[in-house]
T-cell receptor
Framework: AQKITQTQPGMFVQEKEAVTLDCTYD???????LFWYKQPSSGEMIFLIY??????QNATEGRYSLNFQKARKSANLVISASQLGDSAMYFC??????????????FGPGTSLSVIP | DSGVTQTPKHLITATGQRVTLRCSPR?????VYWYQQSLDQGLQFLIQ???????AKGNILERFSAQQFPDLHSELNLSSLELGDSALYFC??????????????FGSGTRLTVV
């Protein structure tokens, strides 16, 4: 069965500093994908970044990068140069199966990030 | 605006009642997903529809049902409501043709309160 673990319920970071949010996953599939989503206090879910299990390079999207360590089954999100608007809940998610399938993406419990001025 | 429209935004109803949540996916997206977000359970996958057909089922209760119509909009029906059904219900959509790298597009959710 799939499982996503986010061990940091809450994190604080100084504005303009970098922060790493941890995510470990458990799957027996060889083909899978990992997502990170952001949920601000307003409630909407915002897609940040995606990493495929066969991707040779770590994914990057602007200030977001994913530190993917396949052997350790970890997919940590790194946010560089934190901004006040980065304060939100962050969810790690995973889908299993063929690359054209979105079926049954599951989400971790989330990490609450607070950026301090 | 994400392009995924959910109505209503807020819903307050009594125990034992039935409600219908509606979702219009982003233009061109064929897949619709329903999620329930509560404080104790987190984000739980309920069900997925692709082009009108059920494709995947998650932790959806028997009291809950969903469907996707020919125009691709979807409805989630919740019946015999209990206090524990109070949650934020999200609809998300995707093209489902290999664009997984763009993730799902979520709607703003329907906040259901059962009193």
């Amino acid at each position: 069965a799939q499982k996503i673990t986010q061990t940091q319920p809450g994190m604080f970071v100084q504005e303009k500093e970098a922060v790493t949010l941890d995510c470990t996953y458990d799957t027996s599939d060889q083909s899978y994908g990992l997502f990170w989503y952001k949920q601000p206090s307003s409630g909407e879910m915002i897609f940040l970044i995606y990493q495929g299990s066969y991707d040779e390079q770590n994914a990057t999207e602007g200030r977001y990068s994913l530190n993917f360590q396949k052997a350790r089954k970890s997919a940590n999100l790194v946010i560089s140069a934190s901004q006040l608007g980065d304060s939100a809940m962050y969810f790690c998610a995973m889908r299993e199966g063929e690359e054209t399938s979105y079926d049954k993406v599951i989400f971790g419990p989330g990490t609450s990030l607070s950026v301090i001025p | 605006d994400s392009g995924v429209t959910q109505t209503p935004k807020h819903l307050i109803t009594a125990t034992g009642q039935r409600v219908t949540l509606r979702c219009s996916p982003r233009s061109g997206d064929l897949s619709v997903y329903w999620y329930q977000q509560s404080l104790d359970q987190g984000l739980q996958f309920l069900i997925q529809y692709y082009n009108g057909e059920e494709r995947a089922k998650g932790n959806i209760l028997e009291r809950f049902s969903a469907q996707q119509f020919p125009d691709l909009h979807s409805e989630l029906n919740l019946s015999s409501l209990e206090l524990g059904d109070s949650a934020l219900y999200f609809c998300a959509s995707s093209v489902d043709s290999g664009e997984y790298r763009h993730g799902y597009t979520f709607g703003s959710g329907t906040r259901l309160t059962v009193v």
